[in-house]
């Protein structure tokens, strides 16, 4: 069964382009022209992923995902916007997307970042009887930080830390490698499936609100950068 895409975007352009593409690809594309049909549509047939446009008319992209959010709905969700300040792809991550592409976008970049978030939502393979499967350890701690893998829960002492799906891949990948530096190709290629290039900020952006979430005052810093390489998780 191919895998279905809400598409809303109310740039006509855009909107047909990025559905014909998608279809190509072998998507089974709906695409909606603003918040209000896409809401409708999520709820009417609920899509394997949402690719939002931040600026619409009426209910925006981030009003869509916040709604969807409250409501407990999970499926990821890749926003669209023209906004390339920090704060504004924030805003997208408090709202509850998973992921975010800058305008004017590669559609190739479109594609990797659909499969990365539809890889990461789907259930794993069973393993083989007798054999137990390789980081499939349910609880992992480092650094103070402790998480259940199963539940999707996380606490940095008994402090539990609400987290996006991205953010909670990216804090397990640091706590398995508490201590190690992690340079960012192996961060992109373990977390989104695709090494978006130096001038890419996405991977400083979730670092960076993982830190607001993750620093208490008076507490230290746990998630550290190593300039010119990456990151690492280690309690100073």
Known sequence: MPQTVLLAEDDR?????????LSLEGYEVTAVADGVEAL????????????????????DGLQVCRVLRAEGDRTPILMLTALVETADRIAGLDAGADDYVVKPFD???????????????SPP???????????????????GIRMDLQARRAWRGTRE????????????LLVRNGGIVLDHSTIYDRIWGYDFGPGSK????YVGYLRRKLDEPGAPQLIHTV????????ED
């Open 13 to 21: 352009a855009i909107r047909h382009a990025l559905e014909r593409a």
């Open 40 to 59: 409708a549509q999520a709820h009417r047939t609920p899509p394997d992923v949402l690719v939002l446009d931040v600026m619409m008319p009426g209910i």
């Open 107 to 121: 559609v190739e970049e479109v594609f990797a970042r659909l499969r990365a978030l539809l890889r990461r939502t």
């Open 125 to 143: 393979a069973p393993a083989e009887p007798g054999r137990e499967t390789p980081g499939s350890d349910r609880l992992v701690e480092a650094a």
């Open 161 to 172: 830390l609400e987290l996006t799906r991205t953010e909670f891949e990216l804090l397990e």
């Open 202 to 205: 996405n991977l400083a952006v």
């Open 227 to 234: 300039r010119g390489v990456g990151y690492v998780l280690r």
